[in-house]
């Protein structure tokens, strides 16, 4: 088994377009994985190999290396940073040691990078940041380094200062040893002498590094007040440690197309991110587990990809125990039994069978597991399952239709086919209409999903109009409301009489049944139909065909036949009785409202703001830091559905944004009669 108090595994995460693969990529050249630097813009990185990402330019799912450096085991997890791919970042996360976050020097932090770090932060990882395209036009390196204090509220320690800018630069100063470092034309490092005019700063900035390790450990601080300096190992120890606490995060620096800094980063890793030894025990559903080998087996299922040619493919970290080729496993998500043949690594679209036990930390691929699905705990021999991470709700819903009628339910299975390797993708039939719904994260995922579908499967897809998940709701109830349901045509008749009362209910409280029947006015086995009936009904809604929430009904009476009274003519009268009530009582379109955050250089500040206010948004501040804009507001999904395409012609593409749900509200009076308008058309075609 491979030196597990040395092996790293860790997730590249950062902002869409910040770098990360290209890093990812630098990282592999240099530790020999490949003979030569690919790019993202030339297609031709060992991550990013689906069609899907080399056309955008930018990884749509995570990408999986093993290496060795230093002769110690590296798996990395390249993560996506679109946002429409939140739910991979998540599950990568549970599957990591240790986060590396990207931030690109010419934009800083980001909007989505708060989001990112957010996420490192709540699964408690230890962190380290790269600071890349340290050689491009407009980069501003102070900026990028002192947002990582204001903008994320983190102790940054600044491990190498930058010799030169932009197109000039060559080298950094490594702040422990106090020695330059220069890049020659590939990228490889050789010592130089530190610039005088840089002298100065990079004491202070020494200085400031010590200062604030040994704050972290309050042994340090006596030994640094007494001494006023710290021997290189306590410097090492402190900043470690540091880390590990999450106080502590390390900075270094890069420009990957260049292969500037890649060694330094996978030393940083090397010397202080945290090994499977060092984390907490894992948590699950009962009890909790060790990161141990000496502990029984279990693996977590946080990857599941779909190859035309191999089938399923099964991306596992290895929690605990020790995973052998040809062993067989159960599944402690659902009780089924899998057979484990050869155990992979995996570099992009290259494996190699791992000949040894793999050990805590391991990123494997399985090949074809017939009951096993991302989110699942695979052991030997217990029953450990580890707790999922909570996902975001889906976002948006299309409505697929195949180009050629009578293709359905070909456009339906190939589709069904992606939801195994995406698990924030649902797939259902609206039952009115019977149309295809797929709902994600954003209109780029749904996009992306369809492409795939096509291009895997052979369908041929069309997407319609974005389907907006409108709810409908009571603003005020109905008392004293039957539904009678009598039906004789000879033989057995169909008979069944209910009286309820409707009451609206707070936001969020959902849908209550309270039965107060007494006397036997209607049979006990008939009440449950009543309830079906409604509930059924409300699926359906009652105003333009959405579902309705946050409601009471108290069924209070009734009356039966001993002959004709059945379970269906309940369940039909609790149906009408509802449909009056609603009719009734005073009825509310709710349209889901998102927060949305804009970031666009300041001269397009108000544009944007003009524009969300048009989109009948509420604009809830703004803030700007060096020469960006960044504005939230409260804006209606439905005014959001086009939003990409217009701000980047609004800002010459200068603009990025994204959006997450922030609560139902009421629609105004006169968009709920276009909505309702809208429904009864569609219901006439």
């Not at 593409?653 to 276009?674: D, L, N, V, W």
Request: with cysteine.
């Amino acid at each position: 088994m491979p030196d597990l108090k040395n092996q790293r595994t860790y997730a590249l995460v950062g902002h869409g377009g910040s770098g990360k693969t290209s890093v990812a990529e630098m990282l592999l050249f240099n530790a020999g994985v490949v003979n030569r630097l690919g790019k993202v813009e030339e297609g031709n990185t060992v991550l990013d190999y689906e069609p899907e990402e080399i056309k955008r330019r930018g990884s749509v799912q995570p990408g999986f290396a093993s290496f060795k450096w230093q002769k110690n085991d590296h798996f990395l997890i390249d993560t996506p940073g679109d946002s429409n791919f939140s739910g991979d970042l998540s599950y990568s996360l549970m599957a990591a040691d240790g986060a590396v976050l990207v931030i690109d020097a010419v934009d800083g932090v980001k909007p989505l990078t708060r989001k990112v770090w957010a996420q490192v932060q709540d699964k408690g990882l230890p962190s380290m940041i790269v600071i890349n395209k340290m050689d491009r036009d407009r980069a501003d390196f102070d900026t990028a380094f002192n947002g990582i204090s204001e903008a994320l509220g983190a102790r940054p320690v600044l491990l190498y200062y930058p010799i030169g800018s932009r197109e000039d630069f060559k080298g950094v100063v490594d702040m422990m040893s106090g020695k330059a470092l220069m890049f020659g034309e590939g990228g490889e490092v050789s010592e130089g002498e530190v610039p005088g005019e840089i002298a100065e700063e990079v004491a202070t900035l020494r200085e400031t590094m010590i200062e604030n390790i040994a704050e972290s450990d309050e042994d340090l601080m006596e030994k640094y007040f007494e001494e006023g300096e710290l021997a290189p190992d306590d410097i090492t120890k402190g900043l470690k440690d540091g880390v590990a606490a999450g106080e502590l995060v390390p900075v270094v620096l890069s420009a990957a197309l260049n292969n500037q800094g890649g060694q330094m980063i996978l030393d940083t890793v090397q010397k202080l991110m945290p090994s499977p030894l060092d984390r907490e025990p894992w948590q699950g559903e009962e009890g909790e587990r060790k990161s141990s080998p000496d502990e029984p087996l279990a693996c977590f299922v946080f990857k599941t990809l779909a190859d035309p040619f191999a089938g399923q493919l099964t991306i596992a970290r290895v929690l605990s125990g020790e995973l052998k080729p040809d062993s067989h496993l159960v599944n402690a998500s659902n009780g089924e039994k899998e057979r484990i043949g050869q155990v992979l690594l995996t570099s992009g679209k290259e494996q190699k069978q791992s000949k040894e036990p793999l050990g805590p930390g391991a990123i494997v691929t399985l090949a074809k597991l017939k009951n096993t699905h991302t989110g699942d705990t695979l052991v030997e021999k217990d029953e450990f399952k580890l707790v999922k991470p909570e996902l975001a709700p889906q976002l948006i819903t299309f409505a697929l239709a195949p180009a050629e009628k009578g293709d359905e339910d070909k456009v339906y299975a190939a589709v069904a086919k992606l939801l195994d390797e995406d698990i924030t993708l649902t797939l259902s039939r609206d039952e009115e209409s019977g149309d295809i719904l797929l709902s994600g994260m954003g209109q780029n995922h749904i996009e992306i999903s369809v492409e795939k579908a096509k291009r895997r499967y052979k369908a041929d897809i069309l997407l319609k109009t974005p389907k907006v998940p409108y709810r409908e709701t009571f603003k005020s109830g109905a008392n004293e409301v039957q539904g009678r349901h009598k039906k004789q045509s000879g033989g057995r008749g169909q008979f069944g009489d209910c009286w309820i009362h409707v009451a609206p209910r707070h936001s969020g409280e959902g849908y209550e049944f309270v039965d107060q029947i007494v006397g036997g006015a209607i049979p006990r086995q008939f009440i449950p139909a009543v309830d079906k009936g409604i509930q059924e009904t409300a699926a359906r809604g009652v105003l333009a065909g959405y579902p309705v929430i946050d409601f009471q009904v108290t069924l209070y009476d009734g009356s039966y036949h001993n002959v004709d009274s059945s379970e269906m003519a309940f369940k039909v009268a609790g149906s009408l009785a509802f449909k009056k009530a609603a009719e009734k009582a005073q009825m509310a379109l709710l349209e889901p409202v998102m927060l949305v955050t804009v970031a666009v250089p300041d001269s397009f500040m108000g544009d944007v703001i003009g524009d969300l206010s048009s989109r009948r948004g509420k604009v809830l501040g703004s803030d700007s830091q060096a020469g960006i804009t960044e504005v939230k507001a409260h804006v209606p999904m439905a005014e959001m559905l086009k939003y990409a395409p217009d701000l980047n012609s609004m800002t010459g593409g200068q603009g990025t944004f994204f959006m997450e749900f922030a609560s139902y509200e009421e629609c105004p009076p006169q968009e709920m009669q276009k909505v309702i308008a809208a429904n009864k058309k569609a219901d006439e075609e």
